[in-house]
């Protein structure tokens, strides 16, 4: 039987998933088990947009974060019904045949294009939205880090309010390194580590010291973690 590659593994329960990629619990929920909705007759269930790793119960892997990450560029920031963004994905795999299309690398190329094309098609968004959504676009995936087999190795996720290209990248979350949890990228130092030794009462000073790093990284560490 082949082993099951890591990063595609149970390690992330949907709060910790959550919290990590500054998504609201309960729109990851809706993406990997789905969503009520009102119809004539009563109420359906949409489908889920991410296969989780787990359930029951609900567990996601380092690859479902990847997933995650990329629908948060595509979330429905306008009122964008979840029917229309799955139809797009739907449609560029068939048209691809690309299975998993939201962890290829081909979505920085002719894949992310034919989806994004699509799904501003199937939600009628004007000139300058989709400009708009183009470049949220591609700031996400520039935040991944695929290996020379064309996987998603590596996330720095967004550690301001702020989502642009410029946005710097101290943290990093990689399914071999701490078992998954987000780390300094110098270092390697957990940032759940780091905000727990200052909560209790260390210096960032000593901690920098210690870690032999700057003042700067320890208080990014910290940010990370409470702004999450």
Do not use: C
Not at 42 to 63: D, E, Q, V, Y
Not at 89 to 98: D, H, M, T, V
Not at 104 to 123: H, W
Not at 180 to 203: F, K, N, Q
């Amino acid at each position: 039987m082949a082993k099951t590659d890591t990063r595609d593994q149970p390690a992330y329960t949907l709060a910790e998933a959550a919290r990590y990629l500054r998504v609201a619990p309960a729109t990851l929920r809706s993406w990997v088990v789905g969503r009520p909705y009102p119809t004539g007759t009563g109420t359906a269930h949409s489908k889920a947009l991410i296969r989780p790793a787990k359930n029951p119960p609900l567990t996601l892997s380092f690859w479902n974060l990847i997933e995650a990450h990329v629908l948060r560029s595509l979330r429905t920031d306008h009122g964008v019904p979840m029917d229309a963004l799955r139809r797009a994905i739907n449609y560029a795999e068939r048209s691809l045949k690309i299975e998993r299309l939201l962890l290829s690398p081909e979505l920085r190329t002719d894949a992310g294009k034919l989806l994004l094309e699509r799904y501003g098609q199937l939600i009628e968004l004007s000139a300058s939205g989709q400009i708009a959504m183009r470049s949220l676009f591609k700031a996400h995936l520039d935040r991944v880090e695929w290996d020379e087999w064309q996987f998603p190795v590596r996330l720095y996720p967004f550690t301001t309010g702020g989502v642009g290209a410029g946005e710097p990248r101290p943290v990093a979350i990689a399914a071999n390194i701490a078992f998954g949890r987000p780390v300094l990228v110098r270092g390697g130092i957990s940032t759940a580590a780091i905000a727990g030794r200052i909560d209790a009462g260390e210096s960032i000073t000593d901690l920098a010291d210690d870690y032999d790093l700057t003042p700067a990284e320890i208080e990014d560490a910290v940010l990370y973690e409470r702004a999450a």
